[in-house]
Nanobody
Framework: QVQLVESGGGLVQAGGSLRLSCRAS????????MGWYRQAPGNQHELVAAMTSTGSTIYVDSVKGRFTISRDNAKNTMYLQMNSLKPEDTAVYYC??????????WGQGTQVTVSS
């Protein structure tokens, strides 16, 4: 059974930084394309960044140059370093497969709140 546990969120001022973690069990992150998503109230999950099994990365335009996705294979953990945070980055952040299906459940997420 796949379990993804997100952590590291919090309340920061605009311009601040946070580092999110996604600890995985039941799935080997380095063998899958994985992504960080965010969901603001009333919105659907939005892909923010993704990393393939070979380490290639993609980012949504709004976070390019500010966010960095990375992975520690030994810890089977994925990270999202978020710098220069903006109020519009406020959302609940989740990790999941890059191409998730209805069979892939979501974790509890971690709340990121950026104050202006």
């Amino acid at each position: 059974q796949v379990q993804l546990v997100e952590s590291g969120g919090g309340l920061v001022q605009a311009g601040g930084s946070l580092r999110l973690s996604c600890r995985a069990s039941g799935i080997i992150l380095s063998s899958n394309s994985m992504g960080w998503y965010r969901q603001a109230p009333g919105n659907q999950h939005e892909l923010v960044a993704a990393m393939t099994s070979t380490g290639s990365t993609i980012y949504v335009d709004s976070v390019k140059g500010r966010f960095t996705i990375s992975r520690d294979n030994a810890k089977n953990t994925m990270y999202l370093q978020m710098n220069s945070l903006k109020p519009e980055d406020t959302a609940v952040y989740y990790c999941n497969k890059r191409f998730y299906t209805s069979y892939d459940s979501w974790g509890q997420g971690t709340q990121v709140t950026v104050s202006s």
